[in-house]
């Protein structure tokens, strides 16, 4: 696999351009070609999952229901990332606009940013904007209205699923898959969820093109990727890069010369050892990454930063399913015990045994992934841990 | 429309099933049996347990059989090496926060979580104990129902039960991770919320977690007791289902086993709560047929129709916390075992000549709820507490294993000759749609002296496990004193399972339904799938015990509540007429509006 150098680009804050034109233009065009071209653009899911974008909306579009639904997932639950609210701060007019084209191609009517609750600040800045596109909308001829909910302040609520169940008044419980959302999301009707990264990125293809988007990126990892830098980092904060790069240039650009690991993805994501930084590709034929970028330099203590991790785990999982309910709190106070010697060090193993099972086993994402972080540390840092 | 056919192997083995099978459907009709917790056949699904996670070849996570359906040429491998280590990874992570002390524990021998730590050896606990660093207090305060959170696997059976199944909504998850549990509105104690006491949730409940109150060591202090009397009265139910505890299929009817236990565990006199339903037939009927005639011949505006019935206590509570509007709608008579404690304690006591504070009366329910209303304040007619101990099917079952008794091979006996005699009106008070037909057998005759028009006295529409149902029947042939009632179409309807009944009562409410007569009972199926029924229960079950109690009807000499000679007696020698001044004293009450919160 070979990597992309290092290469910061700026599209995602660029202002935006007419945004009638862009959606007259589109909609001067069939629906099923402009899908063709969405997934051959390559774009992927900047959520996390890495769903193809235009697979999505052709399976919402193909699925049958009197009413469908846009949902903008701005949840942005990850601790350390705050691209979302970036976005919103500064480009919020490319988000709906991207939701707007959603919902022409699939048929929907209604689209809602699924606004998690510290962002209420946004909010008045959106309303209005919203209101004023609901109009410009009208007057092209598309009927489409957008609207704000807000997030319950957990972090599960950023599945889509439990997002669906929090946006209809339930507990944030994420759902049994199949069925998905765009088959059976919000009230049981298609539901195209996607992250506000992936909304704006739908725009800029209807802009320059998916020719010109393709050149971006690598064969898995079309485009561009807004990253949060944080930790023992020469810059911080958020930067605009093609995706495809290897760790050791990011290392380079970012790092403070004394880089030990790099967690990849946040909480959910994977731990990178020093000595792996060359061969491991940013991006989803190596390790992908819902923005979050963490970088540790030596004088860290990987075991605090996995007891972190697990305590967060601990608290924000949903409790319903048992791998993950059960499976974090072993997990957390299980490298407690290893530590204090109350359990012999070969302990680590049953629990590396107990991660691969969560990840099999439960039910969504974040059980899925708590072994990410919990086995890559443990795998590349045991003295770390155990002394 | 033929449904689509989908063609998967599992463990290697072709299979056709339907389109829309899940894969724990599909594996059980290869006689693959995959565990499960979370799943319920009364419920819908909520993937939550895990446990019943299988393989789909080329899949990298593992699926959850009891949510996923299948899908054409899937392969799945429920016994692979990855399967099982999860599974039991996940048995050992649901002991780990569990407190399993077996031995002492209620469900020891009827619990799935036991079963599947015994199947799969789990041996020496692998993982840390999650459970003795949290406290843990029992929830006694119901008088029907104990909730032990430590015991708790958080299946969300139970939350699903009180919701789909009932509409109550006592139940719910609360918190999340490491805290997430079962919880009542804002974790006050069950006796303080809308809770019914129906005992539904335990049914389901597949741990110790949720069990009855019993009061399986006071009834036998009472029957030690030789100052005592100990009364015993049997519910309708139980002799449809107390064989499943004790060693026979669903279905047996083991009334004279039962009887002749009762005498054997040493209960003084053993009694049948169905006299008491038949007595219930004729108050409740006479009341219908007085509101009916207020209603229709003096045009009283006042009179609460439709009547509902009142024999059903996790009803009542219902009704006094849902739609208190509708208490004056409610027939007055009180449950059939509220009546006999009334009348054990006055009218028996009198014809024994025992002093009433010396009798214990004692009776076998398939309910829980009937435990917290045989403590009400309004169950004290007869000067003592009317009812003194309420214990379950299970209950009873739990002491004829005490005592030795070999069930099996018991021979049968007959109820006692006083109070003891039933019609086979009384048997079916236990099935959906039973107080009905009772109540339509005896009405009918009244008012036209002739049987009710039904082949066999069968009136077939009013049965069944539909979740309302409804009948009319327009009555002609009236006795002249029954004039009123000429061509009028009485319109019934039966509603079992709360979340039905709830259904009903608002479309009554919102005047979309017009009914004179409404029968309501807050277990599916009726009494015989009353909380305090045997565990296991599904749709087969219950199924199974309904034919079992028709059956048990059409083999009665005697199958309408005013052909048993002792109701006629009751009357001539104790109670006048039915609503009559005695009849108002002892068998029939009042309730009180509650808050929902
Ligand atoms: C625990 C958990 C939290 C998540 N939080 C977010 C989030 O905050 N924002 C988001 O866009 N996607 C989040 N996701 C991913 C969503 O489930 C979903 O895949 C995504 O919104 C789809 O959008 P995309 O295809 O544009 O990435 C989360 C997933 C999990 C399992
Ligand atoms: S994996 Fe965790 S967050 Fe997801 S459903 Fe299970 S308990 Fe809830
Ligand atoms: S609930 Fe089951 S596993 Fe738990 S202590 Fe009781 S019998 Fe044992
Ligand atoms: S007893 Fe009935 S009403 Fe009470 S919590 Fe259980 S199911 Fe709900
Ligand atoms: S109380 Fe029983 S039914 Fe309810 S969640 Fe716990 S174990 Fe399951
Ligand atoms: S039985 Fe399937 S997840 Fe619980």
Sequence with gaps: MESNKLSRVDYIFRPETNRLDLLKRVMSKDKDDFLLELIDSGLKGRGGAGFLTGLKWKLAKEAAGDKKYVICNADEGEPGTFKDREILDRVAGKVLTGMALCGYIVGADEGYIYLRAEYRFLSPKLNKMMAGINEELKSIGLNFKLGIRYGSGAYVCGEETALIESMEGKRGEPRNKPPFPVTEGYLGKPTVVNNVETFVNTVIIAEIGYHEYKKLGTDSSRGMKLFSISGDCSKEGIFELELGMSLADFVDEFGDGDTKAVQVGGASGFCVPRKKFKETIIGFEGIPTGGSMKIFNSSRSMYNVLHNYLDFFQEESCGQCTPCRVGCQQLYKGIMAVKRRERPATYLDELVKLAETMRFASKCGLGQSVGNAFVSIVENFREEIVY | ?597
């Design chain 2, 1 to 597: 429309m033929t449904q689509k056919m989908i063609n998967l192997t599992i463990n290697n083995i072709p299979v056709t099933v339907e389109e829309g099978t899940t894969i724990l459907d599909a594996a059980r009709k290869l006689n693959i049996r995959i565990p499960t917790l979370c799943y319920h056949e009364d419920l819908c699904v909520a993937g939550n347990c895990r446990v019943c996670v299988v393989e789909q070849v080329g899949m990298r996570t593992l699926q959850a059989s009891c949510a996923v359906p299948v899908r054409e040429n899937m392969q799945i491998l429920t016994n692979s090496m990855k399967v099982r280590q999860a599974r039991k990874n996940i048995i050992e992570l649901l002991l780990s926060e569990h407190r399993a002390d077996c031995t002492k524990c209620y469900k020891n021998g009827n619990c799935e979580l036991q079963d599947l730590a015994n199947e799969y050896r789990t041996g020496n606990q692998m993982y840390l104990d999650l459970v003795h660093e949290k406290s843990f207090t029992i929830d006694m305060s119901s008088p029907s129902i104990m909730k032990d959170d430590s015991k708790c696997i958080r299946c969300q059976r139970c939350v699903r039960t009180c919701a789909e199944l009932q509409g109550v909504n006592a139940l719910s998850v609360a918190n999340k991770g490491h805290e997430m549990k079962i919880s009542s509105f804002f974790e006050k104690p069950m006796h303080e919320v809308v809770c019914t006491n129906c005992g539904q949730c335990i049914n389901r409940c597949p741990t110790g977690a949720l069990v009855e109150r019993n009061y399986i060591d006071e009834v036998w202090n009472a029957i030690y007791d030789p100052t005592k009397h100990v009364a015993v009265q049997t519910a309708p139910a139980v002799r449809v289902a107390l064989g499943e505890e004790l060693g026979f299929d669903p279905g047996e009817r083991v009334t004279g086993k039962m009887v002749s236990a009762l005498r054997r565990l040493g209960f003084n006199s053993v009694l049948d709560t169905d006299f008491t339903a038949d007595l219930t037939i004729m108050e409740e009927g006479t009341e219908l047929l007085t509101r009916l005639k207020r209603a229709l011949v003096d045009k009283d505006t006042t009179v609460s129709l439709p009547m509902t019935t009142s024999c059903s206590p996790g009803w009542i509570k219902f009704i006094e916390h849902t739609f208190p509007e509708f208490l004056p709608n409610v027939s007055t008579c009180k449950s059939p075992q509220q009546m006999f404690g009334a009348l054990v304690k006055t009218y028996y006591a009198q014809r024994k000549n025992i002093n009433p504070k010396d009798i214990v009366s004692v009776s076998i329910m398939p309910c829980t709820a009937k435990k917290y209303e045989a403590q009400r304040p309004e169950m004290r007619d007869s000067g003592y507490q009317d009812v003194d101990y309420v214990l379950t099917t299970r209950e009873l079952a739990i002491m004829i294993k005490q005592a030795g008794i070999e069930f099996l091979k018991l021979e049968e006996e007959q109820y006692d000759r006083f109070m003891g005699n039933s019609t086979g009106a009384a048997v079916i008070f236990g099935a959906t749609g039973g107080v009905m037909e009772a109540a339509l057998r005896t009405a009918w005759e009244i008012v036209t002296g002739t049987p009710v028009p039904f082949e066999n006295l069968n009136i077939t529409p009013v049965r069944g496990m539909e979740g309302i149902k409804e009948a009319s029947v327009t009555i002609s042939g009236c006795k002249p004193e029954w004039s009123f009632l000429e061509g009028v179409e009485l319109r019934c309807a039966i509603a079992h399972g709360l979340a039905n009944a709830k259904q009903l009562m608002q479309a009554v409410k919102d005047g979309k339904a017009n009914y004179h007569f409404i029968e309501i009972m807050a277990c599916p199926g009726g009494c015989l799938g009353g909380g305090g029924q045997p565990i296991p229960t599904s749709p087969e079950i219950r199924k199974k015990r309904a034919e079992a109690i028709y059956s048990e009807d059409e083999h009665m000499k005697l199958r309408k509540s005013h052909d048993n000679p002792e109701v006629a007696q009751i009357y001539q020698e104790f109670l006048g007429e039915p609503l009559g001044h005695k009849s108002h004293e002892l068998l029939h009450t009042h309730y009180k509006a509650r808050k929902r919160y």
